[in-house]
């Protein structure tokens, strides 16, 4: 009996150590890395200075020609603008936003790069903007 | 047997843990000491301003059969400005929460940086308010005080409070700015300008105000730098007001010294010198009563936050309240 007990005890410590230095596998980032290879923006806001919103309507995200269009308010200082991204779970975006963003070279719209859970999928979309006018 | 050691022992331990846990302390109400005793609270709030007040209730007593009061006062280390006084009547609070006055002695005297009041009713107890009105030659300094009370044996006690650092920023507030008329807001001199004062003193002028209406676009009321040619196209500024004064449009900065003691956030001189206006932009439009804006001086010397206590579209004017903080 006290040799089944120990057998007993010995293994369940080795499925405990196994299960405890089992690597999830994760990116350079710390991300865990998943098997989902889907890898779309979902929703996308643009933020003043301020932290208020300078959108006049919700942004048009094309996930099939990569593109987002958003018209932004008369007078929003187009060189600080902080864009926020809602992706698909798992993915993330690359270039990380850190700072403001300055937007104010229309003829050369910023990209991002979605990047899919499993780090294998990878979209760039392109952000346009225009800018509300005066009548 | 070593088994019966083990269990003798944490059933000693157990034991005297029970004991000890349950053990109640013995209690019973303070004696109130015989002699003349004081406390002080400091009831203001946030940075300590130029023209603003520190407000503080002192607490002074003494056994009823052991005398009365005949006077309190307050020294301050740098003598307070005009309308400092130290209140002659004690304050309780009631059942509704109102503070009620007692008059106990004769308004308060005071004499460079001492402040006096005599008491005239026979009082064991009391609690004196003290405003300090913060002088301008205590900008940026520290200044402490000591409050002091006699009675009628001739015992005197004393507490200090202090130091309190003063703040280097200036406040000036309800500051009214209409469209065509003051329209020009400087800094300099908190104050706003018409045509005829910017013309006389064009370097001073760091913002005009303007109110537009539009059909489609959310226009409203702007501050705009006079070095920006985009906002400011249907007026004609006077000759050589063209300061480019860079600014941020804040949200949710409801200062409670600017909004007339409404929120519970201060701005702060720290606020002021970590501010940094790279690419800031030189406007702001559609501003909205309670926002604030960040802006500094062409010539780099003020900061300052204004903060938007109204604005109204049927006069087109706007009432701001400023802090500003010197930078060099």
Same mark, same amino acid.
């Given at each position: ?58 942004? $048009?995200? %094309? ?7 958003? !018209?932004?308010?008369?007078?929003? &200082? =187009?060189? @600080? ?6 992706? $698909?779970? %798992? ?7 850190? !700072?403001?963003?300055?937007?104010? &070279? =229309?003829? @050369? ?27 | ?328």
């Amino acid at each position: 009996m006290k040799k089944y007990l120990i057998i007993l005890t010995i293994s369940f410590f080795t499925l405990t150590l196994w299960i405890g230095c089992s690597d999830f596998p994760v990116d350079e980032d710390g991300l865990l890395i998943t098997t989902n290879s889907e890898c779309y923006i979902s929703n996308f806001e643009l933020l003043g200075s301020d932290m208020q919103t300078v959108r006049t309507g919700t942004a $048009i995200i %094309d996930t099939t020609a990569q593109t987002i269009n958003v !018209e932004v308010k008369y007078g929003t &200082d =187009l060189k @600080n603008l902080w864009p926020q991204f809602s992706l $698909i779970y %798992d993915a993330k975006i690359s270039p990380k936003v850190t !700072e403001n963003v300055d937007f104010s &070279d =229309l003829n @050369n719209p910023k990209q991002w790069t979605v990047i899919s859970g499993n780090r294998k999928v990878k979209k760039t979309y392109t952000v346009y903007i225009t800018v509300q006018t005066k009548p | 047997m070593k088994k019966y050691i083990y269990f003798n022992l944490i059933c000693l331990i157990s034991l005297s843990m029970m004991i000890t846990s349950c053990n109640d302390d013995d209690y019973s109400i303070p004696t109130a000491g015989t002699q003349l005793q004081n406390d002080c609270i400091k009831r203001s709030l946030g940075p300590n301003v130029v023209g603003l007040n520190i407000e503080f209730a002192y607490a002074m007593a003494l056994n009823e059969n052991e005398g009365n009061i005949v006077s309190a006062q307050v020294e301050a280390s740098i003598a307070g400005a005009s309308g400092t006084y130290l209140e002659h009547r004690s304050y309780y609070t009631d059942n509704s929460g109102l503070d009620v006055g007692v008059v106990v002695g004769s308004p308060s005297v005071t004499t460079g940086t001492k402040t006096e009041v005599t008491f005239v009713k026979d009082t064991c107890a009391a609690t004196l308010r003290y405003y300090y009105y913060i002088p301008e030659e205590a900008s940026g300094k520290e200044v402490s005080f000591k409050f002091s009370a006699t009675d009628s044996n001739g015992n005197t006690i004393s507490y200090n409070m202090g130091p309190y650092t003063i703040s280097k920023m200036e406040i000036k507030r309800d500051i009214v700015l209409s469209d065509n008329e003051n329209m020009y807001l400087s800094i300099a001199d908190l104050a706003t300008m018409n045509a005829d004062a910017a013309t006389s003193n064009p370097s001073k002028v760091d913002l005009v105000y303007l109110y537009r209406s539009y059909s489609s676009v959310n226009f409203a009321h702007a501050l705009v730098s006079p070095a920006n040619s985009e906002y400011l196209t249907d007026i004609t500024l006077p000759s050589e007001v063209n300061n480019n004064s860079p600014l941020w449009k804040v949200e949710d900065l409801q200062d409670r010294q600017l909004s007339d003691l409404q929120y519970g956030i201060y701005v702060d001189d720290v606020d002021f010198t970590d501010m940094d206006f790279t690419n800031a932009p030189n406007y702001a439009i559609n501003i909205k009563a309670e926002t604030g804006i960040w802006v500094e001086t062409a010539d780099k010397t003020y900061r300052a936050y204004i903060f938007v206590n109204s604005v109204d579209a049927t006069t087109k004017s706007m009432t701001i309240s400023i802090k500003r903080y010197k930078m060099k």
